[in-house]
């Protein structure tokens, strides 16, 4: 009997220390400093070339990169809060100021900080980067590959000024206008699982079922169902029901992980966007039987619709709440409220403003559904944000900023309210709406046991001219 004792009293000391490590693991995840390494061209990039900058991080979060003179004054902001994976992140990077001329030749310090998907942050990377001059056209005219690079630097500033113009462009796919792009090196495909973010918006040539990119794009492929991505703001209830019950393709990665959207399903394809894990919803287009499918969605860097290839394998399919839904009008900036096939109520919202500088600052729109309740945050330094869920990796439905945890002044937002004023998250009024009652705090009651809500965003099809900002 006294060794059942001990064998007993050895059994709980057991379990108690695995239910100790399991409780010191959940807390380092929550706690855990990213370690961040970077690494950049030994010879430097010259003035106005495209160059690639890779940052390794042990853990997946959010990446901001600055460009410093010499003196320690900023000089230009490459990455501001965009998404990274753990592990190898090519950046590319044109060598030009928010002006588009061509930075002066000398040394830089490159300053990353990488924000963990639980807030962590850590202390700012800092390495040199050589900007060597600019190279003169008996340079550029004497190979290929410095050819392709010019193009692709000059491509990628006529992109970003340009960019109220894509609509016009995309309507059918112009094939003619981009070989800047597909010219581009293949240099991020040279190591393997290394991720890569494009920093540059612009039109790509793609395979047999050609490829449709901006905003404006005028309709989706032809299907016999295409739910959401047939639809508008003006649909009927009963159509917009429909979109919000019905099933959703996704892929299976991570909520704060991505997966690329390829021009091509052939070798030497190159990415033209991501699409986020778990709560992003995909348009799948054709299943193929070379293991690929064609999709469409709008992408996270800015918000532009995309169409192209991504393995079918990473697709799996999210079965939406049926009791609730949500609408978000990014034209009107309104924020409504379905139950069970009925409209209840509506408020205003403000969803992302984009600039030439941080296009990633647009909320895509598309279809998705409600994932981790994140509570309160801190708002970029500009106060705190209650009641916020993860729709869509970086981005949350929130209450608009006050100076307090718990509420109170909310004078810095409230004006901004029905209009487009955020880095793309959708920032909800906090007083109940004299349509239906709704406000942040009730959404966040009905997605306590709710969860998987679909949110329906509606593209602003003619988006007002991007601020240089």
Not at 56 to 84: C, K, Q
Not at 87 to 93: A, K
Request: glycine letters at 8%.
């Amino acid at each position: 009997m006294k060794h059942l004792r001990i064998i007993l009293a050895l059994t709980l000391c057991l379990a108690l220390a695995c239910m100790s490590s399991v409780a010191l693991a959940a807390k380092d995840q929550f706690t855990e400093v990213p370690k961040v390494k970077l690494a950049v061209p030994e010879d430097g990039i010259p003035s106005r070339q495209l160059g690639y900058l890779t940052v390794n991080s042990n853990i997946p979060g959010f990446i901001t990169m600055t460009l410093l003179s010499s003196s320690g004054a900023e000089v230009l902001s490459i990455a501001d809060h965009a998404e990274i994976h753990s592990g190898d992140n090519n950046i590319e990077f044109v060598a030009v100021d928010e002006t588009n001329k061509g930075l002066a030749a000398g040394d830089y310090t490159l300053s990353v900080k990488v924000e963990s998907q639980f807030g962590v942050v850590c202390d700012p990377v800092t390495t040199t980067l050589v900007i060597n001059p600019e190279l003169d056209s008996a340079v550029l005219n004497g190979g290929a590959a410095a050819e392709n690079e010019t193009d692709s630097a000059d491509d990628s500033k006529a992109e970003t000024a340009a960019k109220t113009e894509t609509a016009a462009k995309t309507e059918t796919p112009a094939k003619t206008e981009t070989p800047a792009k597909t010219e581009t090196p293949a240099k991020t495909e040279t190591a393997a699982n290394t991720n890569t973010i494009t920093m540059t918006t612009g039109e790509y040539e793609m395979g047999e079922e050609g490829l449709m990119i901006g905003v404006g794009v005028p309709d989706v492929a032809d299907q016999t169902d295409p739910g959401y991505w047939g639809l508008t703001p003006e649909s009927s209830d009963a159509e917009i029901w429909a979109a919000i019950i019905r099933d959703m393709p996704r892929v299976n990665v991570a909520e704060s992980e991505s997966a690329y959207i390829y021009n091509s399903t052939e070798k030497g394809r190159k990415r033209i966007g991501t699409v986020n894990g778990l709560s992003q919803g995909l348009n799948v287009i054709k299943e193929r039987d070379d293991g690929w499918s064609l999709v469409e969605c709008y992408r996270n860097e800015d918000g532009a619709f995309v169409r192209g290839y991504i393995n079918s394998s990473k697709i799996t399919v999210a079965v939406p709440n049926d009791q609730y839904g949500i609408v978000v009008d990014k034209k009107a900036q309104t924020l409504t409220v379905y139950k069970e096939g009925q409209r209840i109520g509506s408020c205003s919202v403000t969803t992302g403003l984009p600039t030439v500088k941080y296009p990633v600052r647009e909320t895509p729109a598309g279809e998705f559904v409600t994932a981790t309740r994140r509570g309160t945050l801190d708002y970029y330094g500009q106060g705190y944000t209650r009641f916020t869920i993860r729709f869509n990796g970086i981005y949350h439905i929130r209450e608009i900023a006050s100076t307090s945890k718990n509420g109170g002044d909310y004078s810095k937002m409230e004006a901004a309210l029905g209009t487009k004023s955020t880095r793309g998250s959708i920032c909800i009024q906090a007083e109940p709406s004299a349509d239906g009652g709704i406000n942040a705090e009730w959404i966040w009651n009905i997605t306590e046991d709710n969860k998987r809500v679909k949110i329906l965003i509606f593209d602003d099809k003619e988006r007002t001219e991007v601020p240089d900002l």
